[in-house]
C-alpha cells in the first residue's frame, strides 16, 4: 500500500488567496483526520471524518477552513481567504476505525506570504 | 474534553543510555495509548501502542508501562542510539470526543 498520499507537499501563496490540500487514505480505512502542526500549538486536531461524514469540527479555527469528504478515496481541506498564520504543515491521517492506529501522510508545508 | 499532558519537553542523553517520556491524562475512561516517532521535517509514525487491558508492551529497545489508576503512562527506549533522536508525541484516545488527544511532544537528542 501506498500509505496516506497527500498533495501539494509544499505550498507558497499569498495571503487572501483560496488554498486547497488534497487527501487520499489508505484504501479500507473508514477514519480520515486533518491536522496542523505549528512549533507554538503543536500537532492540533481539526476535523475528523468516519465513512466519509465529518464527526468533529471543533478545531477547525474559523470559518475560512473548511474540509469535505466526497468519497472514501479523497478529502480536501480548503483555506478561503488564506492568512499568513495560516502557515504551518497539514497533515493527514486515516485509519481503520477511530481507535485504531492513525497513519499519517507525508503532510503538506503551507506558507502564506 | 481530553487532557494529555507530556514530560518532559526536552531530553538529552548519552548514546547507550535509557530515556523515559511520561504521560498523564484526564479520561478515565480512555482505553488506547500509542507513541509516534517524528523525525525532522518527517510525518509522525506510529512506533507503539497499548490497550488498557495490559499494563506494559515491549517491541525490541522499545517499551510502554500503562497505570490506568494513577492515569498516567510512559515510553521507555533502551539502549539509545544516535537514530533514536526526535520529537516524541503520546496520545490518548478520548471516549468521548471519539478521537485522539495528543501530549505536547518530546524532544529527545541523543548523543554519540
Known amino acids: 500500500d501506498a500509505g496516506v498520499i497527500q498533495s501539494p507537499r509544499h505550498e507558497v501563496t499569498e495571503m487572501g488567496q483560496e488554498v486547497t490540500l488534497r487527501c487520499k487514505p489508505i484504501s479500507g480505512h473508514n477514519s480520515l483526520f486533518w491536522y496542523r502542526q505549528t512549533m507554538m500549538r503543536g500537532l492540533e486536531l481539526l476535523i475528523y471524518f468516519n465513512n466519509n461524514v465529518p464527526i468533529d469540527d471543533s478545531g477547525m479555527p474559523e470559518d475560512r477552513f473548511s474540509a469535505k469528504m466526497p468519497n472514501a478515496s479523497f478529502s480536501t481541506l480548503k483555506i478561503q481567504p488564506s492568512e499568513p498564520r495560516d502557515s504551518a504543515v497539514y497533515f493527514c491521517?486515516?485509519?481503520?476505525?477511530?481507535?485504531?492506529?492513525?497513519?499519517f501522510g507525508d503532510g503538506t508545508r503551507l506558507s502564506i506570504l | 474534553g481530553e487532557n494529555v499532558e507530556q514530560h518532559p519537553s526536552t531530553l538529552s542523553v548519552q548514546e547507550g543510555d535509557s530515556a523515559v517520556i511520561k504521560c498523564t491524562y484526564s479520561d478515565s475512561a480512555s482505553n488506547y495509548f500509542p507513541w509516534y516517532k517524528q523525525e525532522l521535517g518527517k510525518r509522525p509514525q506510529l512506533i507503539i501502542d497499548?490497550?488498557?487491558?495490559?499494563g506494559e508492551k515491549k517491541d525490541q529497545r522499545i517499551a510502554v508501562t500503562l497505570n490506568k489508576t494513577a492515569k498516567h503512562f510512559s515510553l521507555h527506549i533502551t539502549e539509545t542510539q544516535p537514530e533514536d533522536s526526535a520529537v516524541y508525541f503520546c496520545?490518548?484516545?478520548?471516549?468521548?470526543?471519539?478521537?485522539?488527544?495528543f501530549g505536547g511532544g518530546t524532544r529527545l537528542m541523543v548523543k554519540p
Open positions: 497499548i490497550r488498557s487491558n495490559v
Open positions: 491521517a486515516s485509519s481503520e476505525g477511530a481507535r485504531q492506529p492513525q497513519h
Open positions: 496520545a490518548a484516545f478520548y471516549n468521548a470526543g471519539n478521537m485522539l488527544t
